[in-house]
């Protein structure tokens, strides 16, 4: 960084700002990633019944925590049924397993609809608390 600073380079981008540290520093991470880390992670091997890496990576964002907290928060606060069971179904879709508890209240709801998503949640998060929570349930 001071040598950035007692020997500025002379190149400026389009958009009018000069090269600094900043731009060498990201330049040196994009270097490294594409040179070191890319080749070895290629070189990983997948074994039989893994995803594929793409696959993979697409998942962790599909199944973003952040979206997991947003459905327990409608499931408690919705002021329709639709949307709370709407939001049972998300989670257990997501096989979120510490919403256990709150899918087994859900169980007594009003609505015959949010007991039905809560019932599915709990069947598809499949732990020992959800499968005997609704063995509790059944006729």
Request: hydrophobic letters at 50%.
């Amino acid at each position: 960084m001071d040598y950035f600073a007692a020997h500025p380079l002379i190149y400026t981008f389009p958009t009018g700002t000069k090269f600094a540290f900043q731009h060498a520093l990201v330049v040196g991470h994009m270097l490294i990633t594409w040179l070191v880390i890319l080749p070895i992670l290629l070189r990983i091997r997948r074994r039989k019944g893994e995803p594929h890496f793409v696959l993979a990576v697409t998942q962790l964002f599909v199944n973003n925590p952040l979206r997991a907290f947003a459905s327990i928060y409608m499931v408690a606060t919705a002021v329709s049924s639709k949307q709370r069971a709407q939001a049972a179904r998300n989670l257990g879709n997501r096989r979120t397993v510490f919403v256990v508890s709150d899918m087994i209240q859900r169980l007594d709801d009003p609505s015959r609809d949010v007991r039905e998503a809560a019932a599915f949640a709990l069947g598809n998060i499949g732990s020992p608390e959800a499968v005997a929570a609704l063995c509790r349930q059944a006729p």
